[in-house]
């Protein structure tokens, strides 16, 4: 059998060289950015104990608990002999609600160091845990010591499902069935483990197998929304999105599973009134808060247009998890002029597609990628992607709708690609939406132009931030001038083109008023990608 690979390892002085760069970064508190490296020296060296120790201490900076837990169950496994690492790794567990797990740890750091310096206080943490055990076990439909080992298994599968070792997840999860048949959590981290890897049916069945025994599971019909949207099935989503509206529950997670439900549809009103019922519920206050019901609100209030409120919101979540990307990136882009901008957006791209999905398009259009292939061919291999995937032919509008940038680009190259009537239909529409940056809609609009699906003459667009008529001209991009003109007008015509760079966007278009419609036209032959526009008011 072929020998696995296995990423290879630093020597010493590439790794010292490294770390000096991540310590620079600590330094200046470039939080992210120190993240980001040793994430990846990680991979390289997972079994580094200097590094995940810096790795430890840059998550425990950013708020982030998930990752933390992760780092410190790696170190903990590496280094048992620890007894601060130990602590570290129950009170981990406590802050990512594993309490059978965070119980269990905090025995056995009384069993090895009871008289070290901070026994007392894990003693007394590890009573008060004892004593809400019995609570929190009836909660997962479990009791006793057999419950408290079901409850470990459980949040066993919980680790490995946030480690994307999604085998392993299913192996445990059949485990904790065996000794608790229809155990409602196993069979969800099952299908989200079906689903991670791009396998909807089964996600869907064993999602539907514990609505069937439990039909007021806010965590299965949030997870069924997610899978019949990634299908392209949005009628049947917003049936279990709205049997989710319903659910009452005091729990912290609901109002956020609630959000992510009514993102998916653009019901940007009801995000808000799972954000606002939180509130209510006092579930927005450390350390309850939760950082992606703040972003979602964030993505809803801005749909509507309070950008005020919608960058209060991004910096709340940052506030509780400042390494959170979703809300870093919506930040990040409202730095941008308003015509450049993709914001708001409320999930990644492989929130919306299936990795299978994604990975049977790259098969598809991977022979063409090198190749001098004809766009005829290009765009049959689209449409028979299409025809075996057709739930993208119905993500496609709403991609352009509420995609991050990665998803809105694939749409468009889709659409445009395969130009059939659906997708021409929803490129219209995008070109006459106020979504996305200007030069996405105005690339939109000239395919539409020519599909003969939007009118001839001026057209009413949003521009620049605004409402604008303009007048859609075919056009297309190189470097020479394609008219001779007047001296005059070839004047206007430089003086144009150096405001538009300047980003002087009123006088250029002064001084093209000044010329015939023919400047126009070979101003939007010539100018660059970045600022053309073919239009008037």
């Known amino acids: 059998m072929p020998r ?23 330094e200046r508190k470039r939080w992210v950015e120190a993240r980001d490296q040793l994430q990846a020296l990680a991979h390289r060296d997972p079994n580094n104990v200097e590094i995940l120790g810096k790795w430890l201490n840059v998550c425990y900076e950013l708020h982030d608990t998930r990752f933390y837990l992760d780092v410190c169950e790696r170190l903990s496994q590496l280094v048992p002999s620890d007894p601060d690492l130990m602590l570290s790794l129950a009170s981990a567990y406590m802050v990512n609600v594993r309490p059978a797990s965070a119980l269990e740890t905090y025995r056995r750091f009384l069993d090895q160091w009871p008289q070290h310096e901070h026994a007392a206080e894990a003693r007394k943490t590890l009573t008060d845990l004892e004593a809400r055990m019995g609570d929190l076990l009836r909660d997962l439909g479990v009791a006793g010591e057999r419950g408290l080992e079901i409850a470990r298994l459980h949040e066993r599968t919980l680790a490995f499902l946030s480690q994307g070792k999604y085998r392993q997840v299913r192996e445990t999860a059949q485990e904790l069935l065996k000794r608790q048949p229809d155990f409602p959590p196993a069979l969800n981290n099952m299908a989200q483990s079906y689903a991670y890897e791009g396998n909807l049916a089964p996600a869907i069945a064993t999602t539907a197998r514990v609505l069937a025994l439990h039909p007021e599971n806010f965590h299965a019909l949030a997870n069924m929304v997610r899978y019949r949207c990634q299908q392209g099935q949005f009628d049947q989503a917003r049936v279990f999105a709205e049997r989710l509206k319903t659910i009452r529950a005091d729990a912290v997670d609901l109002y956020t599973r609630k959000a992510e439900a009514a993102s998916y549809f653009g019901d940007d009103q009801a995000v ?78 492989g929130d919306w597609i299936s990795s299978r999905t994604i990975q049977d398009l790259r098969t598809t259009l991977k022979p063409y990628a090198r190749s001098a292939s004809h766009d005829r061919v290009v765009a049959d291999a689209t449409r028979r992607f299409l025809q075996q995937h057709p739930e993208m032919v119905t993500l496609v509008p709403v991609l352009f709708d509420r995609g991050d940038p990665n998803a809105r680009e694939l749409a468009l190259r889709i659409a445009k690609t395969a130009q059939t009537p659906e997708l021409l239909a929803a490129l219209r529409d995008f070109a006459l939406s106020q979504r996305g940056p200007d030069r996405l809609r105005l690339d939109a609009a000239r395919i539409a132009s020519e599909a003969g699906l939007v009118p001839q003459g001026s057209v009413r667009m949003w521009s620049r931030g605004m409402w604008r008529e303009l007048l859609l001209l075919d056009y297309e991009f190189h470097n020479g ?57």
């Open 4 to 26: 696995r690979h296995r990423p290879d390892r630093f020597s010493r002085r590439q790794l010292d060289a490294r770390l000096d760069e991540v310590d620079a970064l600590i």
């Open 272 to 349: 808000l009134d799972a954000f606002h019922d939180a509130d209510h519920a006092g579930h927005l206050k450390p350390p309850l808060g939760d950082p992606l019901l703040f972003h979602l609100a964030a993505v809803a209030a801005m749909r509507l247009g309070d950008e005020a409120q919608a960058r209060t919101y991004w910096s709340q979540a940052l506030d509780i998890a400042p390494g959170f990307s979703l809300a870093k990136e919506n930040l990040d882009d409202l730095s941008h002029p308003i015509s450049e901008r993709h914001a708001p957006w409320p999930f990644s791209e």
């Open 481 to 537: 001038p394609t008219f001779k003109h007047a001296p005059q007008v070839e004047k206007w015509l430089a003086e144009s083109i150096r405001a538009e760079k300047a980003n002087d966007a009123n006088r250029a278009e002064e001084l093209l008023q000044r010329a015939p419609w023919s400047l126009t036209l070979l101003t939007c032959s010539t100018i660059s990608r970045r600022s053309s526009r073919c239009a008037g008011e």
